[in-house]
């Protein structure tokens, strides 16, 4: 089993940054990959970036890249989530989701195991 704990959500002018961090449970953590997901009031639940088990290679949804970076450390059982220039379209709550194998995904239903979810809210 895994345990995701998101952290780092909250309220943000337009243009500002936030870093989330997910803190993992368990001695396999470095060895899943990683993803984030967010998903706004009424609509479905979207990639935002993933990482694979060794950190070496990131993915990005295309609207983001740039202003999102993901990266992990292992040591510390935490995978993180910086964001700049944040607009009021990325309001959502985020979430953290945990994949057993090597490889990361866009594709939620590749996910076994998922944070609770933070709220990120971004006002213009």
């Known amino acids: 089993q895994v345990q995701l704990v998101e952290s780092g959500g909250g309220l943000v002018q337009a243009g500002g940054s936030l870093r989330l961090s997910c803190a993992a449970s368990?001695?396999?953590?470095?060895?899943?990959?990683m993803g984030w997901f967010r998903q706004a009031p009424g609509k479905e639940r979207e990639f935002v970036a993933a990482?694979?088990?060794?950190?070496?290679?990131?993915y990005y949804a295309d609207s983001l890249r740039g202003r999102f970076t993901i990266s992990r450390a292992s040591a510390q059982n935490t995978v993180y989530l910086q964001m700049n220039s944040l607009e009021p379209e990325d309001t959502a709550v985020y979430y953290c989701?945990?994949?057993?194998?090597?490889?990361?995904?866009?594709?939620?239903?590749?996910?076994?195991?998922w944070g609770q979810g933070t709220q990120v809210t971004v006002s213009s």
């Open positions: 368990g001695r396999t953590f470095s060895s899943y990959a």
């Open positions: 990482i694979n088990w060794s950190g070496t290679n990131t």
């Open positions: 989701a945990a994949r057993t194998t090597y490889y990361a995904s866009r594709y939620s239903h590749e996910y076994a195991y």
